[in-house]
């Protein structure tokens, strides 16, 4: 079975521009999460889907990111425009539909903004 | 709110040492209690886990026992080698909920 895969690996992007993440979970999943760990601190939670819907984005940081979930499939993470503080490694993670807790994790997006 | 707080790193070792990474939590109810793994280059992976106060999770000679009078979750290996060289997570799932929550992470280094 394929794992979660994350792409691109890295980007690095001037302040002000715009940076597209994309997360493949693992198929049959229907949970899908979004995290992110800044300068080698706490991964923090940013969104969880359910299939294609937001069950809870309570760790989105602002407006600047938007999340979107096709057909329940594959998930996009868009940051737009881009700050330095947004600077970070975002990793993706999926679960089973009965969740025991488990999560299976991307290898993460390094993004970098100059 | 429910939180996770590990020691810093990074730990350097020397093969074969007795290895102890401080893992405590805060949290309402009775969460789920984790240990996570990032090899180099690699994903986040489960090492183990415990779900009730008393469990002992244990994989790959590590182990962690579940202490609800300490809340704490102290991570532990007799005898590390240099292919347990990662940063190592502590992790909590709260009841009924589904985000996990993640402390800062610490560097293991093991030497030969």
């Known amino acids: 079975e394929a794992g979660v895969t994350q792409f691109p690996s890295h980007s690095v992007i001037e302040k002000g521009q715009t940076v597209t993440l994309r997360c493949d979970p693992i198929?049959?999943?229907?949970?899908l999460y979004w995290y992110r760990r800044v300068m080698g601190k706490e991964i923090k939670f940013l969104l969880h889907?359910?299939?294609?819907?937001?069950?809870?984005e309570s760790g989105m940081p602002n407006n600047r990111f938007l999340a979107e979930r096709t057909g329940g499939t594959y998930s996009t993470l868009k940051v737009q425009p881009a700050e330095l503080e947004d600077s970070g490694v975002y990793f993706c993670?999926?679960?089973?539909?009965?969740?025991?807790?488990?999560?299976?994790f991307g290898e993460g997006s390094r993004l970098t903004v100059l | 709110g429910d939180s996770v707080t590990q020691m810093e790193g990074p730990v350097t070792l020397s093969e074969e040492a007795f290895l102890t990474i401080n893992c405590t939590y805060t949290?309402?109810?009775?969460?789920?209690l984790f240990w996570y793994v990032q090899y180099p280059g690699e994903g986040l992976q489960l090492l183990l886990k415990?779900?009730?106060?008393?469990d002992k999770g244990s994989n790959k000679g590590f182990e962690a026992t579940y202490r609800k009078e300490t809340t704490s979750f102290h991570l532990e290996k007799g005898s590390v080698q240099v292919s347990d060289s990662a940063v190592y997570f502590c992790?909590?799932?709260?009841?009924?909920?589904?985000?996990?929550?993640f402390g800062a992470g610490t560097r293991l280094f093991v030497k030969a």
């Open positions: 198929s049959g999943h229907d949970n």
């Open positions: 889907f359910v299939k294609e819907s937001k069950q809870d």
């Open positions: 949290a309402t109810g009775y969460p789920s």
């Open positions: 992790a909590l799932l709260n009841t009924g909920g589904f985000k996990t929550i």
């Open positions: 415990a779900t009730k106060a008393d």
């Open positions: 993670a999926s679960s089973h539909n009965s969740p025991t807790g488990e999560l299976f």
